[in-house]
């Protein structure tokens, strides 16, 4: 409601700014006005349609199809809903030219597993975008995903099956507590912290 609020007054103000227009405002700067209100307009609608979703609450979902490590299919609204887990890479098992890399299977598995045991499966969106930016597909929706009350994410970081990754500054609420796990996973060498080298900062090696 405060957005329609926000854009019905700036409307408001376009319009008096038209009426004045002919009394006592140039007309280049009555130009420079409506499209700065304009550029503003755009922007509140564009932040509407990629932020569709509450914040920082969970919202129950069923499982459609668990895709690999760190990508789910979720019914959601009666729609399906394909999802990238937030602040998280597992090694490839599906990606088109890439071969099945060393724990993906793992982390795969683990993450079907987890899904399909579970009894309630919610997903929780971030402050930051909701969709992933890309320009060769359709584009994913970022979230945090829980079974049973448990972040999926802290769990495959922990057995070292995942690693941080894809960091943006909106989106960090559980990087904290990430970072703790990763950290307990990599000086215990398990998982993908057993291959010296492997992990590096731009993916699996």
């Known amino acids: 409601m405060r957005r329609f609020k926000k854009i019905n007054q700036l ?34 609608t564009n932040s509407a349609e990629a932020n569709s979703f509450p914040i920082l609450k969970k919202i129950p979902v069923q499982l459609a199809r668990s895709i690999d490590g760190d990508t789910s299919d979720f019914l959601l609204n009666g729609e399906t809903i394909r999802v990238r887990y937030l602040l998280i890479d597992t090694p490839e098992t599906v990606q088109p030219g ?11 598995d ?11 499966i919610e997903i929780m969106f971030d402050r930051g975008d909701q ?4 320009i060769d597909r359709k584009p994913r929706t ?8 448990k972040l999926v994410q802290d ?7 995942a690693r941080i990754a894809y960091v943006s500054e909106s989106n960090t609420t559980y990087l904290e ?8 996973a990599r000086s215990q060498g398990v998982g993908i912290w057993s291959l010296k080298g492997y992990v590096t900062e731009r993916g699996f090696n």
């Open 11 to 44: 409307l408001f103000l376009a319009a008096g700014l038209f009426i004045l227009s002919g009394c006592m405002i140039d007309p280049h700067e009555i130009k420079k006005q409506t499209d700065q209100l304009e550029d503003k307009l755009n922007g509140m």
């Open 98 to 108: 890439v071969s099945v890399q060393p724990f993906g299977k793992e982390a795969s």
């Open 110 to 120: 683990r993450t079907k597993g987890l899904l399909e045991n579970a009894s309630v």
């Open 131 to 134: 969709k992933e930016k890309t």
């Open 142 to 149: 970022l979230v945090y995903v829980f079974v049973d009350g």
């Open 155 to 161: 769990i495959l970081v922990r057995e070292g099956l």
């Open 177 to 184: 507590q990430l970072t703790a796990s990763e950290n307990i």
